[in-house]
């Protein structure tokens, strides 16, 4: 990435625009930012972090109000614009800061939102405005996220140098947002879950174990003595309870067969009680069969006389149909003879009849020609009626076109009544019209007056807001001034608290080095063999390097303080001189001349209010004067329309008088009365020849079919009788040869025909034969199931057959019980069972994930977590750039190396830094280097890591860098070998900035941008 333009406007200290041109400077590819304190070096930075990424290089810098600057004029919008190139594309991104923004509108300030614009200018496909979407394609164009770009990119104020002091735990908290590496962590708290999961699992199958045995005990007294044995494991417990369960289960089974067998002899027992039961019921049956049929037999001899009897009605009874059918032929042909005779009578009158209506029928084609000739004559009637109705109808008609017209007369004569009056009435508004417009030409020139006024009054406005605001910023300076008196006390205690144990500390460490002094042998510090004041005089107590770094926390934390205060001081100190240029001289006046300004206004605006209503009235009245010359145009339409109305009544009437004239003629003076009356009696007398004409051919049709059914009567009776003749004869026939042959005469089978209760007597017959059948059979039955020759005495039977019962219960329930009981054992030893094997296989998963856990945690020798391991790599490549920076900054010297001895207890180590001194052959800590050797060491440390990440990212191109102070604490040959490295990423190809007020820097590097600060803000300066 290649910065070429930067463009600030109303940002930080920056009250205006201001830009520089970085495709000059990349040129030099070495260059200064200079400037006082606070004049708003570190904005630089800041403003290109925030155009990327939104947030800006500092922590303390973040918050959206403190980005606008208090130098700003209104009109002016807070943003920042940032020109880059990556990979030979060139992109372009504006981004607004989230700012207050005073509105005209509502005459005062709102918050306006964060937002930004995003293109390519090689490509310009459009332009991104959304900031989730223009964030993400920072990220992959410059492929580094915020943390990285910082630690490549910016290496802020006193930031970079954390890295080198820091403990292991803060550089992995460093690192893994560098690098990424929160997966690592995940696994070693994924690890460490699993494994508390596993001892959860473990304790709760010993909580279960420990219930089943106490379950067990519980029920059995061999088992409590089994259970409650301390000293039996749990693998020996589940053996002994196999072995109880089998022993016990064999016992059952053994009787579980004896009660097999008790059941056999009970189930025996039941079926010999039954089986005698059942014949004493057989034989006391037989008994009652053998009684009903004795009583049965003694009726024997009247039933066969009913028999006999039976018979010969039976035979007599064969012929009856025969008889019927004989007497019935003859009854029917003596009643078919008299119909004969009937009908042939009825015929002959029939006849009779229907030649009278034939002779009848012929008038009814007379009187059809005479009702057709009536209903002519009823037409002409109806026809006059109609024409005498229509004249009627004319002549409403003619007497309705008569009253229209005169109505039509009326109407116009009030229709030019009307347009008279509002002819007058248009005149008497236009004269009021022209007399208020002389009025509204004056409200031109108090329009100007009231913009200008207006305005004025505004500007007083606005001041007065400015001037309360510079009493209350006042005031807030005063409180903070105070503060920061009470601060600045406070900082010096801690500061010579801190350099007093400091020192001390250094001390400690020095007589540490005197007590390890041998003779002839160098100093691990100097060199020297020689050791003329290598005794101490006296023991001596020293801090702790706790207690120093302690007060140096102390310390640090009231130095921030006071900065912080020492930098909201300044800002206040602005935001009064940019309120006091805005303020006039004679500040206590503004408010009276607000009031006076503010009643002249009022008095013109209701000056230009009453115009404006005059000006309402004017149009009003104008827009009455077009209504009235509508209304007028609307009537005078009226008028014409009017006129053409009453033409055309006049032509209708004309016609109607003509027409009605007409049918005067024709009807000669007629009545509609007298024609409905005559129309009446025609109708009448038609009517009365239809009734006639229907009533004759009714009645010719009634006669025929009469006549015509008789004549069919007749013949099918004759049929009949005919039929019965021939039946009668065969009946008879067949009769008498059954009298013959049984040589009996008709009498005698009459009265054979005629004995009563036949039915009763044959129920009787039919009723003792079933019976007799079915107590025979019963006791044929009887005599196959019967085996024994007497009663059986079952009391004896019983009373043996309950005592089987009983014993048999009660054995059946105990075993019932002892199975329930061995199948709910069984059930626990198998949950106990189950829950042993869950113990063992989870004990096992424990162990090995506790192992890997504990790995992976830096809990074991070596005390390197597996993230801390990962990280440690990423480490090592950073110390093998970051010395051969050191080694020529120092002179091949110093060597940055990790600490690898491991720490004290559980503390997790693996990232800890040493420094090889090659003087003295000795590693020391990092922290007792000077002030310049840690900036030198920081500043390798940093470059270093800038490299790695550049690598780790997938080589990303960072062809810019700036590095925020730190310069101050070199001497002349470390500041001259700092730029030497500098220089090196200089021919490398990278542009690097330097911020800093150090001196000896500007003799050094020839592109500077100095930045100046005045009373209305800073301002940028460049320098070749």
Do not use: W
């Given at each position: 990435?290649?910065?070429?333009?930067?463009?600030?406007?109303?940002?930080?200290?920056?009250?205006?625009?201001?830009?520089?041109?970085?495709?000059?400077?990349n040129k030099k590819q070495l260059f200064l930012?200079?400037?006082?304190?606070?004049?708003?070096?570190?904005?630089?930075?800041?403003?290109?972090?925030?155009?990327?990424?939104?947030?800006?290089?500092?922590?303390?810098?973040?918050?959206?109000?403190?980005?606008?600057?208090?130098?700003?004029?209104?009109?002016?919008?807070?943003?920042?614009?940032?020109?880059?190139?990556?990979?030979?594309?060139?992109?372009?991104?504006?981004?607004?800061?989230?700012?207050?923004?005073?509105?005209?509108?509502?005459?005062?300030?709102?918050?306006?939102?964060?937002?930004?614009?995003?293109?390519?200018?090689?490509?310009?496909?459009?332009?991104?405005?959304?900031?989730?979407?223009?964030?993400?394609?920072?990220?992959?164009?410059?492929?580094?996220?915020?943390?990285?770009?910082?630690?490549?990119?910016?290496?802020?104020?006193?930031?970079?140098?954390?890295?080198?002091?820091?403990?292991?735990?803060?550089?992995?908290?460093?690192?893994?947002?560098?690098?990424?590496?929160?997966?690592?962590?995940?696994?070693?708290?994924?690890?460490?879950?699993?494994?508390?999961?596993?001892?959860?699992?473990?304790?709760?199958?010993?909580?279960?174990?420990?219930?089943?045995?106490?379950?067990?005990?519980?029920?059995?007294?061999?088992?409590?003595?089994?259970?409650?044995?301390?000293?039996?494991?749990?693998?020996?417990?589940?053996?002994?309870?196999?072995?109880?369960?089998?022993?016990?289960?064999?016992?059952?089974?053994?009787?579980?067969?004896?009660?097999?067998?008790?059941?056999?002899?009970?189930?025996?027992a039941r079926q010999s009680y039954q089986y005698?039961?059942?014949?004493?019921?057989?034989?006391?049956?037989?008994?009652?069969?053998?009684?009903?049929?004795?009583?049965?037999?003694?009726?024997?001899?009247?039933?066969?006389?009913?028999?006999?009897?039976?018979?010969?009605?039976?035979?007599?009874?064969?012929?009856?149909?025969?008889?019927?059918?004989?007497?019935?032929?003859?009854?029917?042909?003596?009643?078919?003879?008299?119909?004969?005779?009937?009908?042939?009578?009825?015929?002959?009158?029939?006849?009779?009849?229907?030649?009278?209506?034939?002779?009848?029928?012929?008038?009814?084609?007379?009187?059809?020609?005479?009702?057709?000739?009536?209903?002519?004559?009823?037409?002409?009637?109806?026809?006059?009626?109609?024409?005498?109705?229509?004249?009627?109808?004319?002549?409403?008609?003619?007497?309705?076109?008569?009253?229209?017209?005169?109505?039509?007369?009326?109407?116009?004569?009030?229709?030019?009544?009307?347009?008279?009056?509002?002819?007058?009435?248009?005149?008497?508004?236009?004269?009021?019209?022209?007399?208020?417009?002389?009025?509204?030409?004056?409200?031109?020139?108090?329009?100007?007056?009231?913009?200008?006024?207006?305005?004025?009054?505004?500007?007083?406005?606005?001041?007065?807001?400015?001037?309360?605001?510079?009493?209350?910023?006042?005031?807030?300076?005063?409180?903070?001034?105070?503060?920061?008196?009470?601060?600045?006390?406070?900082?010096?205690?801690?500061?010579?608290?801190?350099?007093?144990?400091?020192?001390?500390?250094?001390?400690?460490?020095?007589?540490?080095?005197?007590?390890?002094?041998?003779?002839?042998?160098?100093?691990?510090?100097?060199?020297?063999?020689?050791?003329?004041?290598?005794?101490?005089?006296?023991?001596?107590?020293?801090?702790?390097?706790?207690?120093?770094?302690?007060?140096?926390?102390?310390?640090?934390?009231?130095?921030?303080?006071?900065?912080?205060?020492?930098?909201?001081?300044?800002?206040?100190?602005?935001?009064?001189?940019?309120?006091?240029?805005?303020?006039?001289?004679?500040?206590?006046?503004?408010?009276?001349?607000?009031?006076?300004?503010?009643?002249?206004?009022?008095?013109?605006?209701?000056?230009?209010?009453?115009?404006?209503?005059?000006?309402?009235?004017?149009?009003?009245?104008?827009?009455?004067?077009?209504?009235?010359?509508?209304?007028?145009?609307?009537?005078?339409?009226?008028?014409?329309?009017?006129?053409?109305?009453?033409?055309?009544?006049?032509?209708?009437?004309?016609?109607?008088?003509?027409?009605?004239?007409?049918?005067?003629?024709?009807?000669?003076?007629?009545?509609?009365?007298?024609?409905?009356?005559?129309?009446?009696?025609?109708?009448?007398?038609?009517?009365?020849?239809?009734?006639?004409?229907?009533?004759?051919?009714?009645?010719?049709?009634?006669?025929?079919?009469?006549?015509?059914?008789?004549?069919?009567?007749?013949?099918?009776?004759?049929?009949?009788?005919?039929?019965?003749?021939?039946?009668?004869?065969?009946?008879?026939?067949?009769?008498?040869?059954?009298?013959?042959?049984?040589?009996?005469?008709?009498?005698?089978?009459?009265?054979?025909?005629?004995?009563?209760?036949?039915?009763?007597?044959?129920?009787?017959?039919?009723?003792?034969?079933?019976?007799?059948?079915?107590?025979?059979?019963?006791?044929?039955?009887?005599?196959?199931?019967?085996?024994?020759?007497?009663?059986?005495?079952?009391?004896?039977?019983?009373?043996?057959?309950?005592?089987?019962?009983?014993?048999?219960?009660?054995?059946?329930?105990?075993?019932?019980?002892?199975?329930?009981?061995?199948?709910?054992?069984?059930?626990?030893?198998?949950?106990?069972?189950?829950?042993?094997?869950?113990?063992?296989?989870?004990?096992?998963?424990?162990?090995?994930?506790?192992?890997?856990?504990?790995?992976?945690?830096?809990?074991?020798?070596?005390?390197?977590?597996?993230?801390?391991?990962?990280?440690?790599?990423?480490?090592?490549?950073?110390?093998?750039?970051?010395?051969?920076?050191?080694?020529?900054?120092?002179?091949?010297?110093?060597?940055?190396?990790?600490?690898?001895?491991?720490?004290?207890?559980?503390?997790?180590?693996?990232?800890?830094?040493?420094?090889?001194?090659?003087?003295?052959?000795?590693?020391?800590?990092?922290?007792?280097?000077?002030?310049?050797?840690?900036f030198k060491a920081s500043l390798c440390l940093?470059?270093?890591?800038?490299?790695?990440?550049?690598?780790?990212?997938?080589?990303?191109?960072?062809?810019?860098?700036?590095?925020?102070?730190?310069?101050?604490?070199?001497?002349?040959?470390?500041?001259?070998?700092?730029?030497?490295?500098?220089?090196?990423?200089?021919?490398?190809?990278?542009?690097?900035?330097?911020?800093?007020?150090?001196?000896?820097?500007?003799?050094?590097?020839?592109?500077?941008?100095?930045?100046?600060?005045?009373?209305?803000?800073?301002?940028?300066?460049?320098?070749?």
């Amino acid at each position: 990435m290649r910065i070429k333009q930067l463009d600030i406007q109303a940002f930080g200290p920056f009250g205006g625009f201001e830009s520089i041109d970085f495709k000059q400077i990349n040129k030099k590819q070495l260059f200064l930012i200079t400037g006082n304190t606070g004049a708003g070096k570190t904005t630089i930075f800041d403003s290109v972090c925030f155009a990327l990424y939104g947030k800006t290089s500092g922590s303390q810098r973040n918050e959206p109000e403190n980005l606008r600057s208090h130098f700003a004029i209104e009109e002016l919008d807070t943003y920042v614009r940032l020109i880059f190139e990556v990979n030979k594309e060139t992109y372009e991104i504006k981004r607004y800061p989230k700012q207050q923004r005073y509105s005209k509108r509502t005459k005062g300030y709102v918050s306006k939102n964060q937002t930004i614009e995003f293109k390519s200018l090689n490509q310009p496909t459009g332009i991104l405005t959304k900031i989730q979407e223009v964030d993400q394609k920072i990220l992959e164009v410059i492929g580094l996220t915020y943390e990285q770009f910082r630690q490549i990119v910016m290496l802020p104020q006193g930031e970079f140098q954390k890295l080198l002091t820091s403990k292991s735990d803060d550089k992995t908290e460093i690192f893994r947002k560098i690098f990424q590496t929160e997966s690592f962590e995940e696994f070693q708290n994924r690890l460490f879950e699993k494994r508390n999961n596993a001892f959860k699992q473990i304790e709760k199958d010993i909580n279960q174990l420990e219930l089943i045995k106490k379950q067990l005990s519980s029920s059995s007294e061999p088992l409590s003595l089994l259970l409650d044995n301390e000293a039996v494991s749990y693998e020996d417990m589940i053996k002994e309870l196999d072995s109880y369960l089998q022993k016990q289960q064999v016992a059952l089974q053994i009787k579980k067969d004896a009660l097999k067998e008790e059941e056999v002899l009970l189930n025996q027992a039941r079926q010999s009680y039954q089986y005698n039961e059942q014949q004493n019921k057989y034989l006391d049956e037989q008994a009652t069969l053998k009684q009903q049929k004795h009583s049965l037999e003694s009726q024997s001899q009247f039933i066969e006389s009913l028999k006999i009897e039976l018979d010969q009605y039976e035979q007599t009874r064969a012929h009856v149909i025969t008889y019927q059918d004989y007497v019935n032929s003859n009854e029917e042909i003596n009643r078919l003879n008299i119909m004969v005779e009937a009908l042939h009578k009825q015929l002959s009158e029939a006849k009779q009849a229907f030649l009278q209506a034939e002779e009848a029928q012929k008038a009814v084609t007379t009187l059809e020609k005479e009702r057709d000739n009536q209903r002519n004559i009823e037409s002409d009637l109806k026809r006059e009626l109609q024409k005498l109705k229509d004249l009627k109808n004319d002549e409403a008609e003619f007497t309705r076109f008569n009253d229209e017209l005169e109505q039509l007369e009326k109407q116009s004569l009030e229709l030019n009544k009307d347009v008279a009056l509002k002819k007058k009435s248009q005149q008497a508004l236009e004269e009021t019209i022209k007399t208020s417009e002389l009025k509204i030409k004056q409200i031109g020139p108090l329009y100007q007056t009231i913009e200008t006024e207006t305005n004025e009054q505004k500007k007083l406005e606005e001041l007065s807001q400015i001037y309360d605001t510079y009493i209350k910023e006042k005031e807030s300076y005063s409180q903070l001034l105070s503060k920061l008196d009470i601060e600045d006390k406070t900082f010096k205690e801690t500061r010579t608290i801190y350099e007093t144990t400091k020192q001390a500390y250094h001390h400690s460490l020095v007589d540490v080095l005197r007590k390890e002094l041998v003779d002839n042998e160098p100093c691990p510090v100097c060199g020297s063999t020689n050791h003329p004041q290598k005794a101490l005089t006296k023991e001596r107590s020293f801090p702790t390097k706790e207690e120093v770094m302690k007060a140096e926390s102390i310390y640090l934390e009231s130095l921030k303080q006071k900065e912080r205060l020492e930098t909201s001081l300044n800002e206040k100190r602005d935001v009064i001189l940019a309120l006091e240029l805005k303020l006039p001289n004679e500040k206590e006046s503004i408010s009276n001349d607000l009031e006076i300004k503010k009643a002249h206004v009022n008095k013109i605006k209701q000056e230009i209010t009453n115009l404006e209503h005059l000006r309402e009235t004017i149009e009003n009245q104008n827009r009455a004067v077009k209504s009235l010359l509508n209304q007028i145009e609307s009537i005078n339409h009226s008028v014409h329309q009017n006129e053409l109305l009453k033409a055309k009544s006049q032509e209708k009437i004309r016609k109607q008088n003509e027409l009605i004239l007409k049918y005067q003629n024709e009807l000669k003076n007629k009545d509609d009365q007298m024609v409905v009356l005559e129309l009446n009696t025609i109708d009448e007398q038609i009517k009365q020849i239809e009734q006639t004409i229907k009533t004759l051919n009714e009645d010719h049709r009634k006669k025929e079919l009469i006549y015509k059914e008789v004549e069919l009567n007749l013949s099918n009776t004759k049929k009949r009788a005919e039929e019965q003749q021939t039946k009668n004869k065969q009946s008879k026939r067949v009769l008498d040869s059954f009298l013959e042959r049984k040589q009996m005469s008709l009498e005698t089978f009459k009265q054979i025909l005629s004995t009563k209760d036949i039915k009763e007597k044959q129920q009787k017959v039919n009723e003792y034969t079933k019976k007799e059948i079915e107590l025979q059979t019963s006791l044929n039955k009887l005599m196959s199931l019967i085996t024994i020759d007497q009663k059986v005495d079952l009391e004896t039977l019983k009373e043996s057959l309950f005592s089987l019962e009983q014993s048999f219960k009660h054995n059946q329930v105990a075993i019932q019980n002892e199975g329930f009981y061995l199948e709910e054992t069984a059930k626990r030893v198998v949950e106990f069972k189950t829950t042993y094997d869950s113990y063992i296989a989870y004990g096992k998963t424990f162990e090995r994930i506790k192992r890997l856990s504990d790995l992976s945690r830096g809990l074991t020798y070596n005390k390197v977590s597996f993230e801390r391991y990962v990280l440690s790599y990423f480490f090592d490549q950073i110390l093998r750039k970051a010395n051969l920076k050191l080694a020529f900054m120092t002179s091949n010297r110093y060597y940055l190396k990790r600490k690898e001895d491991k720490s004290r207890g559980n503390q997790t180590s693996g990232l800890d830094l040493q420094i090889y001194d090659r003087n003295t052959t000795r590693v020391r800590d990092v922290e007792t280097l000077s002030g310049g050797e840690t900036f030198k060491a920081s500043l390798c440390l940093a470059l270093g890591l800038a490299e790695v990440i550049k690598e780790t990212s997938g080589g990303i191109e960072m062809d810019t860098m700036f590095i925020d102070e730190g310069f101050g604490t070199l001497d002349q040959e470390s500041l001259d070998q700092a730029i030497d490295v500098l220089m090196n990423l200089n021919e490398e190809g990278r542009i690097v900035g330097l911020i800093s007020h150090v001196g000896d820097l500007k003799s050094v590097i020839e592109t500077q941008i100095e930045i100046e600060v005045s009373k209305t803000g800073s301002t940028i300066r460049k320098e070749d």
